[in-house]
């Protein structure tokens, strides 16, 4: 393999690590008090932007 392709399935690791999380989290915000939810749906959104920069290295 190369550096490059290495580099990529390493991306594609993280990025199918980080939507395992949202979907976790989804699931747990459905189940959970309207307190809860709050909390879930920030972690959650900050679970979305980390994920935002390999979506960008990987259209480039």
Same mark, same amino acid.
């Given at each position: 393999m190369t550096r490059k392709?290495?580099? =990529?399935?390493?991306?594609?690791?993280? =990025?199918n690590t980080r939507d395992a999380q949202i979907d976790k989290l989804r699931v747990q915000i459905e189940e959970t008090s309207t307190d809860l939810k709050e909390e879930y749906h920030k972690t959650l959104n900050k679970l979305k932007e980390q994920k935002t920069p390999f979506n960008s290295m990987i259209a480039s």
């Open positions: 392709s290495d580099f =990529m399935d390493k991306i594609f690791e993280q =990025m």
